[in-house]
């Protein structure tokens, strides 16, 4: 199915302006947030419809570089005040972000308001983003067919009555280990992932950094590796660019079967292995679809036995 006649995917989530700090360098105020990362990710699979919010600071030239990848900014909010902004740095432990800095700014006084246009979207991801939001983008859609939830630990610790809530009405939940644990608390994966199946969603991802994800479907289990890279240079939004890539991929096939569910784990990880390799959104802007098709084949080989 070509990119412009799949199904579209509804995104919700944090834009940001990102100050990271790795040991391979640093960058001030570059773009970021969870929305404008599986945006970026999902657009080389479908078309994207964006809805967040920005502060009139946010610059031009991201807001063209999101068009330029025909993702749908309709719904993406401009309001008085600052941009979203995230602070954080990692040391050699590349799979654990420090957040220096939360500014909720004009995230604060967001609502989010699904454009009428999108509310029929048949696939929906509530990207991070406080889960009292999610659970109001999900009052607004009518007819998904598969809706994705993430969330961080600044959300589970200060709202996690409300995530449970929003788990209870989706159908896959992502999250990474150490917020999986945390949420479940317990030390076991396995006992977290059927936790969160009770709560409701048929499907629980979870993202290990550096060593893959984990699907979990009812009676099934499925382990993508990771790919091998020397280095990594921003781990930054390796999450998000899964998930992005996940779901761009299920919307292109419109198939939501479980051997499919599988292939999209790996395109979510090969277009995450991409993403590290540089700062904020550098290695999107000149990722190619040859080399996501070659990596994507090579993460087969990888875990061929
Ligand atoms: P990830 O590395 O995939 O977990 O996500 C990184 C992105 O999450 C960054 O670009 C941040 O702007 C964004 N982010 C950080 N904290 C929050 C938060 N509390 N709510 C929403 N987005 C956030």
Not at 128 to 151: G, H, M, R, S, W
Not at 171 to 181: G, K, L, P, S, T
Not at 231 to 256: K, N
């Given at each position: 199915?070509?990119?412009?006649?799949?199904?579209?995917?509804?995104?919700?989530?944090?834009v940001?302006?990102?100050?990271?700090?790795?040991?391979?360098?640093?960058?001030?105020?570059?773009l970021?947030?969870?929305?404008v990362?599986?945006?970026?990710?999902?657009?080389?699979?479908?078309?994207?419809?964006l809805?967040g919010?920005i502060?009139r600071?946010f610059p031009a030239e991201h807001l063209n570089f999101l068009r330029s990848r025909?993702i749908d900014l309709?719904?993406l909010?401009v309001?008085?005040?600052?941009t979203?902004?995230?602070?954080?740095?990692?040391?050699?432990?590349?799979?654990?972000?420090?957040?220096?800095?939360?500014?909720?700014?004009?995230?604060?006084?967001?609502?989010?308001?699904?454009?009428?246009?999108?509310?029929?979207?048949?696939?929906?991801?509530?990207?991070?983003?406080?889960?009292?939001?999610?659970?109001?983008?999900?009052?607004?859609?009518?007819?998904?067919?598969?809706?994705?939830?993430?969330?961080?630990?600044?959300?589970?610790?200060?709202?996690?009555?409300?995530?449970?809530?929003?788990?209870?009405?989706?159908?896959?939940?992502?999250?990474?280990?150490?917020?999986?644990?945390?949420?479940?608390?317990?030390?076991?994966?396995?006992?977290?992932?059927?936790?969160?199946?009770?709560?409701?969603?048929?499907?629980?991802?979870?993202?290990?950094?550096?060593?893959?994800?984990?699907?979990?479907?009812?009676?099934?289990?499925?382990?993508?590796?990771?790919?091998?890279?020397?280095?990594?240079?921003?781990?930054?939004?390796?999450?998000?660019?899964?998930?992005?890539?996940?779901?761009?991929?299920?919307?292109?096939?419109?198939?939501?079967?479980?051997?499919?569910?599988?292939?999209?784990?790996?395109?979510?990880?090969?277009?995450?292995?991409?993403?590290?390799?540089?700062?904020?959104?550098?290695?999107?802007?000149?990722?190619?679809?040859?080399?996501?098709?070659?990596?994507?084949?090579?993460?087969?080989?990888?875990?061929?036995?």
């Amino acid at each position: 199915m070509s990119r412009s006649s799949s199904p579209h995917v509804l995104i919700v989530g944090s834009v940001a302006l990102d100050s990271v700090r790795t040991p391979a360098g640093a960058v001030e105020e570059a773009l970021g947030g969870a929305a404008v990362y599986s945006s970026i990710a999902a657009s080389f699979f479908a078309p994207v419809r964006l809805v967040g919010v920005i502060g009139r600071d946010f610059p031009a030239e991201h807001l063209n570089f999101l068009r330029s990848r025909s993702i749908d900014l309709q719904g993406l909010q401009v309001e008085e005040g600052e941009t979203f902004r995230w602070s954080g740095f990692y040391d050699f432990d590349i799979n654990q972000a420090h957040t220096l800095a939360t500014h909720l700014n004009v995230f604060e006084r967001f609502r989010p308001r699904i454009p009428e246009a999108y509310r029929s979207s048949r696939y929906v991801f509530l990207a991070n983003i406080d889960p009292e939001l999610q659970l109001e983008v999900l009052d607004q859609v009518t007819a998904p067919k598969l809706t994705l939830c993430d969330t961080m630990n600044f959300w589970l610790e200060s709202k996690r009555d409300a995530f449970i809530e929003v788990l209870r009405r989706v159908d896959v939940a992502f999250m990474n280990d150490a917020e999986a644990r945390q949420l479940c608390e317990t030390p076991s994966l396995v006992r977290a992932a059927r936790r969160i199946m009770e709560w409701g969603p048929t499907t629980v991802i979870i993202k290990k950094g550096e060593h893959g994800a984990v699907l979990f479907t009812e009676g099934t289990h499925f382990s993508a590796p990771s790919y091998p890279l020397v280095e990594v240079r921003d781990p930054t939004g390796a999450g998000d660019t899964f998930e992005g890539g996940f779901i761009g991929y299920i919307a292109s096939t419109d198939d939501v079967s479980e051997p499919n569910l599988r292939r999209a784990v790996v395109y979510g990880s090969t277009l995450a292995s991409f993403n590290v390799e540089d700062f904020s959104l550098e290695r999107m802007r000149r990722l190619t679809h040859d080399e996501i098709q070659e990596r994507y084949r090579e993460f087969q080989r990888i875990a061929f036995f």
